[in-house]
């Protein structure tokens, strides 16, 4: 198996894409917080102190999506079309699903995985004073294609 992060001689190196042509590209994630059903109502209700974890976790979701080539060191900077965050409120648990649209020579799989685990952190930075118990998982590609222009 050949990595495309790696030149012959083993070396770390961005891999050019400068001949892939202009695609229409999406890439969905999701992920979860699992969290105490006090903390979910709390939010629910919006007696979080910090104000509403969701709203802020949307906007951190997407400026996250924004900045995963400077956060990724092999990522290409990418043009983003939509970053869109949705959440479900579910027992014991709050679900993050991104979906991230580029026009770009490569895909936006990492910026997708990028605002789901930004969604998350930001949530359970909200929350961490009333959630001692809060975990962060289940982040994952759900799905990517590519549609020509």
């Known amino acids: 198996m050949e990595f495309s992060h790696l030149d012959s001689k083993g070396r770390v190196k961005m891999v050019d894409i400068s001949g892939k042509p202009l695609v229409k590209r999406t890439a969905v994630a999701r992920g979860a917080v699992f969290l105490g059903e ?39 900077p990418l043009p983003l079309d939509l970053v869109s965050i949705d959440f479900s409120m579910k027992p014991g648990k709050i679900e993050i699903l991104a979906t991230v649209v580029t026009t770009a020579r490569t895909g936006v799989e990492m910026e997708a995985l990028t605002a789901v685990s930004t969604a998350a952190l930001t949530i359970y930075d909200m929350c961490k004073a009333v959630d001692k118990k809060m975990v962060i998982g289940d982040i994952s590609l759900v799905s990517k294609k590519k549609e020509p222009l």
Do not use: F, N, S, W
Request: aromatic residues 0%.
């Open 38 to 76: 006090e903390t979910i109502q709390l939010i629910e209700q919006g007696g979080m102190k910090k104000g509403d974890p969701l709203a802020c976790a949307r906007v951190a979701a997407i400026m996250g999506a924004k900045k995963t080539g400077e956060l990724i060191p092999l990522c290409h």
